[in-house]
């Protein structure tokens, strides 16, 4: 099949911004505050790159790095089967599903840099349709603990993971956390890194701890950054950095169908 050089999120307004959703090749980060729906969204765009061309998928498998122990085959089923009830209702479907997903959970950088080869490997037999990182704060958090990792390695950690996605054409989607604004909730992670301070004002008012810790040279690796936000109860989906869309916000739920707006 020819793909158009996108994997559309089914979300209607997101997908008119990003003019077919997320693209194949580049980087595209989510953030937002623990609990707001990162993995659902994540969950989601896996399940949409695995189904079938005739229903809108991409008939692929999917990567997914699974840092916090978060992906839920279940969930991503139920996700399946509310929105497409034709096909998850087929004989075997769900479970054909959830085969095509291969999920890793690497208790270390040193563990994810390790499956990185193999990853490149699975990605130039082209059935890898959507590599997901969820999420690379946590990846660099178990490996270091409260400190801010090297950039050094890190810096080297972003081209591979970029460049993974140039030369595959796979659409990289990659979460991370930050802090709410809400001062009453407590921060999960806590990245301190004073040192590059004077990069965080031009990061597009990013969080500053994130910023620190993964440093200036990934706001800049990352092609489309989505904001998960929450104000008075509503949960908003922000375009925050895309080169063909402006910011835009849309507000979202969550249902037995996963992330909708
Ligand atoms: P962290 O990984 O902690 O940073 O959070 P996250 O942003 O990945 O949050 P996640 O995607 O896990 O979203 C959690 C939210 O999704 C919950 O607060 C629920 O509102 C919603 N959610 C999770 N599971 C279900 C479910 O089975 N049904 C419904 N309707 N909502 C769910």
Sequence with gaps: EEFSGHIPTKLN???????????????TELV??????????????????SL?????????????????????SRRMIEIGASSFPEIFNMQGMAREMAGRIVVLQ????????ESLQQIKV????????LLIIDSMAALISVEHGQQAPRQQSLGWHISFIK?????SRVPVLVTNQVRSQHRDQAPQ?????????????RADKYDSRLVAALGI?????VTIRLVLEAKSGQRYLKVAKSPLSPPLAFPFIITSSGISL
């Excluded at 990162?38 to 399940?47: D, E, I, S, V």
């Excluded at 992670?189 to 004002?201: I, R, T």
Aim: charged share 15%; hydrophobic share 40%.
């Design 189 to 201: 992670y806590s990245f301190q890194d004073s040192s590059n301070a004077g990069d965080l004002e």
């Design 217 to 221: 040279n990934w706001a800049h690796a």
């Design 52 to 72: 079938p061309v005739r229903y809108g998928g991409l008939n692929g498998r999917v990567i997914y790095i699974d840092a916090e122990s978060k992906f839920s």
């Design 122 to 129: 699975s990605l130039l037999q082209h059935e890898v349709k």
């Design 13 to 27: 307004g997101l997908d008119e911004a990003l003019c077919g959703g997320i693209p194949f090749g580049v980087l």
């Design 163 to 167: 460049s993974l996605a140039e030369f």
């Design 32 to 49: 937002g505050p623990a609990g707001i729906g990162k993995t659902q969204f994540c969950l989601k765009m896996a399940l949409l790159a």
């Design 106 to 113: 690497p208790t270390s950088l040193s563990e994810f840099t």
